[in-house]
Every structure is written in structure tokens, then in C-alpha cells.
């Protein structure tokens, strides 16, 4: 299992990010898929979910309205459209799967929201 996040970078509060998730060794289309996020000392925390063919999704409450999760199965990757951010969004964000009870993670991207 491969998991590797791009798209990060340093933003202005109120601009916008496109986080990708490039996904191999596994059947991509049969997971659900997470964006996870862990900002300096504090705990890693879910972000949003998509379920196997992207017609159900679940956010945090503090990214609800702002954040998008989606999903293109013909190329294996599962995004994070991040909208409206704030600095208290600054953290690196996580590609997830969980398989057969299993995590497995990305090297994670870093978005860091600040004037």
C-alpha cells in the first residue's frame, strides 16, 4: 500500500488548497478513503471521509462548508478541496485507508494558512 499526498503549500487566510492523494497497491475502488490532519501539539484528527464510490461524505465540524472531499477511481486518487482556510487549519493533512482493521498512512503534506 502506497499513499502519497501533494498539493501542499503556504496560503493566505482566506485562499484555497487542492490536496491529491495518489493511492496503489490496493484496490483503491473498494475503501473508503480519509484526509486526516495533525496541527503542532495536538493529536491527529479526522478531517473528512468518503465512502468507496464518493456518494456519501463526512466532515469535521470545523471544516463543514469550507472543506470537500472527492474521489476519481479510474486514477486512484482521492482529493481534499480546502476553501475559506484559516489559520487554524495549519497542520499537516494525511491520506488514510484502513484495510482489514489496518491504518495506513501517507508522509503527509503541509498547509500552512498565515499573512
Known amino acids: 500500500v502506497q499513499l502519497v499526498e501533494s498539493g501542499g503549500g503556504l496560503v493566505q487566510p482566506g485562499g484555497s488548497l487542492r490536496l491529491s492523494c495518489s493511492a496503489s497497491?490496493?484496490?483503491?475502488?473498494?475503501?473508503?478513503m480519509s484526509w486526516y490532519r495533525q496541527a503542532p501539539g495536538k493529536e491527529r484528527e479526522l478531517v473528512a471521509r468518503?465512502?468507496?464510490?464518493?456518494?456519501?461524505?463526512n466532515y469535521a465540524d470545523s471544516v463543514k462548508g469550507r472543506f470537500t472531499i472527492s474521489r476519481d477511481n479510474a486514477k486512484n486518487t482521492v482529493y481534499l478541496q480546502m476553501n475559506s482556510l484559516k489559520p487554524e487549519d495549519t497542520a499537516v493533512y494525511y491520506c488514510?485507508?484502513?484495510?482489514?482493521?489496518?491504518?495506513?498512512w501517507g508522509k503527509g503534506a503541509q498547509v500552512t494558512v498565515s499573512s
Open positions: 488514510n485507508v484502513q484495510i482489514s482493521g489496518m491504518d495506513y
Open positions: 497497491g490496493f484496490a483503491f475502488s473498494s475503501y473508503y
Open positions: 468518503i465512502t468507496r464510490g464518493g456518494a456519501i461524505t
